[in-house]
């Protein structure tokens, strides 16, 4: 099976980059992410100083008079925060990611891939003494609350009968 040019492993491209390689790539993650969140909070801060600098009467007009907003308007208005909330939250996602990125040490989707592929192959670590003990626990804390327990349903359904108690 031959790789594509641009498809490389992530070992071969962790074993290429030093340690300040690595951190410089996370950390540059972590600020481009922390630059669009500071861009986003200035652009939202902006709208919404418009919006209340709008709401204002003029000078001389009545304050007697309500501002009238049709129903257009409000659609617009609210379609642009939409869109100002969007970008907040993947701002904020992208400061998240950069920040994780950086605390794990991961630099590629590559590291992340390997390193949950080999934490779910780990063999875990419990007896099955200790799940006979929790199936009976649980047993009888379903007994108390008057509910079926997991044989009960199986054996119910092997017989024909209804699952359910009334």
């Known amino acids: 099976m031959s790789q594509l040019p641009g498809s490389s492993t992530s070992s071969s491209q962790a074993v290429s980059l030093s340690p300040s390689q690595r951190k410089l790539k996370q950390l540059g993650f972590l600020f481009a992410g ?8 200035a652009v939202t801060r902006r709208a919404v100083l418009r919006r209340q600098l709008e ?10 008079a309500s501002l009238h907003i049709d129903s257009g308007e409000r659609s617009v208005m609210a379609v642009q925060a939409l869109g100002l909330a969007t970008l907040n939250v993947v ?8 920040g994780l990125s950086y605390s794990f ?6 590291e992340l891939r390997e390193r949950t592929q080999a934490t779910l192959r780990r063999p875990g670590n419990f007896s099955p003494e200790d799940e006979k003990e929790m199936e009976k626990m649980m ?28």
């Open 34 to 41: 922390a630059g669009f969140m500071a861009a986003s909070v």
């Open 55 to 64: 709401s204002y009467p003029r000078f001389y007009s009545s304050n007697r």
């Open 91 to 98: 701002s904020f996602g992208i400061m998240l990611t950069g």
């Open 105 to 110: 040490d991961l630099c590629s989707m590559g």
């Open 139 to 166: 047993g009888s804390i379903l007994e108390k609350l008057g509910m079926q327990t997991p044989e009960e349903v199986q054996k119910g359904s092997e017989t024909g009968e209804t699952a359910s108690k009334k």
